[in-house]
């Protein structure tokens, strides 16, 4: 069994404070961690960051964790006197040593707000004393009044004399070490409290060198490149409406720069993933301004589903009835994912869905809370049933190929928090690990799910919650329903994998060995989702039971 580079070192317990080394403790595991498996492609002054941090004194260490915790620590200013822990015995030298080392500047120079802001309004009016209607509005119109009137010099001047601040200066160097370790410049260390809390536990995985994120300089080049191309979309086309006058012409010609940036396929199936996805969202930002001639440059060049879907829609909309049966013909002959498949069936020419089995029922109370109602419905003369959504399919699913979802491939686990591999819903996933790994459905299928069930309960899985699907459900299940069945329900899922995590019926339900369906319910006004009756045609074709329950409200 593979084993992480770092493993719990305590129990916490929230009543409990800390050790008193705890979040250094945690903070050097990222910095070991990131040395040990990328030393070799980081650059020198990369290299510098992590070997200041690991040299600094223990109660240094323990200060910059605890700095780093902060929310402002990215981009903004920390006043001294909140600074005050128990496992820092001398602050005095702890910031004196943060800041000969380069990781901290004292009382730099910022804007204004920035720097007034650290102090409450009582301060303010302490160290502002002579500024205008000082006893008047709130917080945020004091300090407007503040910077309005006195030079930004003046304001940290005065500021200064009242109380120091500082800033942590290596915000790219850390944004890095926790990319390369978690996998997601979003992530920090509260992920180790929620671990040592006992609130997830995690399956051990291959952290080697060889099973990297990034292989090389050139990936971590090209991974970066393309998070600034993502970040490039959101400022081209902002969620909301800008006050400010756009140049179009350089509007124009950046996103022209943009989409020649992102035009070349990469060979690593993780970076192409990420060039398709961003080309999607740019292509569909252009659709939207009605930039259709753009857009379909962009989704021509993607080589992720919903690209080719868009194509044919846009095409449609233009009047190019050769252009969308060309594609759709492409589709239907390899299609990316089932949804997109169904999608080429039924566009652009009639077809009729047969109708899903439907049993209408009249509504007797409140429509909150239907499932359950419907549930009491069909176990009323015996049985047992629970609302389980997708937890179920896709339970049964994790447990028959664990062993394929954590297995040691190439870039698919970047740390020990994972609840699946990075690439569980591509379209290669099972062709990339059928070399390394056992088909489960080459043998009997219960023995291996009554055997992970009973190894596994509890261990975190991206694909299902254990506190929905937990493993007296799973037994239950496993006892009931036929081999023959299970199997199906797991070759479903194997088919489409991406496609099927979310649509399946809403009850699952029990009547005796051997007896048992999946139950839909709707509520007045609702009807059937595409996902919903793809789930539902999938479990006809192989012959379990399913069908939908329908509460109508009483006539009047």
Known sequence: M???????????????????????????????????RYGDILTDEERDFGVRVRRLAPQTQRLLARVLGRASARDGAIREDSLDYAEVQDLSEALAELAACGLIERCPAMPAEAVVG????LEMQRVFWDVDGARKGTKADFLE????????????????????????????????????????????????????????????????????????????????????????????FPM????????????????????????TPLDNRMLERRRSRALN????????????DGALACYARSTLAPARERRMRILHRLGDGSGVEQLRAEVLESPWAALEADFATRFARPFRRRAAPVEDLILTGSAAGIEAQALAHLVADGGIGWHLENHFPMGVFALAYWSWLFAPLPGA?????????????????????????EDPLDGPLKPRLEATAGAKAGIANRLFSWHRYTREVAETVTANIPEADLRALVEIVREDLAGKRSGFPDLTVIYG????????????????????????????????PVRVLRYRRPPQ
């Open 145 to 236: 009044r503040i910077v309005a009137v006195n030079p930004p010099v003046f304001c940290r001047w005065r500021v200064r004399r009242f109380v120091g601040w500082l800033r942590f200066t290596e915000s790219a160097f850390l944004d890095l070490y926790r990319l390369l370790f978690f996998g997601d410049r979003g992530k920090d260390l509260t992920t180790f409290v929620l671990r040592d809390l006992g609130v997830h536990r995690y399956e051990p995985v291959d952290l080697s060198r060889e099973t990297r994120q990034f292989p090389d300089r050139e990936a971590l080049r090209q991974f970066l490149d393309l998070a600034v191309a993502n970040d490039d979309v959101s400022a081209l």
């Open 513 to 544: 060995p051997g007896r048992y369906e999946f139950v839909e319910v709707k509520g007045p006004g609702d009807q059937l989702q595409i996902h919903q009756r793809l789930w539902i045609e999938a479990l006809e074709r192989r012959g379990l």
């Open 240 to 263: 909301r409406a800008v006050d400010e006058p756009r140049d179009e012409a350089v509007r124009t010609t950046a996103i022209a720069d943009l989409v020649q940036r992102l035009w």
């Open 2 to 36: 593979p084993q992480p580079l770092f493993s719990p070192s305590v129990r916490l317990d929230p009543r409990v404070p800390p050790p008193a080394g705890y979040y250094a403790d945690n903070l050097l595991t990222v910095i070991e961690t990131v040395l040990d």
């Open 281 to 292: 969202r740019l292509g569909r930002s252009l659709e939207r301004e009605g930039d259709f």
């Open 118 to 121: 650290l102090l409450t309004r």
């Open 413 to 437: 686990f970047v740390n020990a928090f994972q609840t699946g591999p990075a690439d569980l819903y591509w379209p290669d996933f099972f062709k990339s690990r059928q070399a390394i790994c």
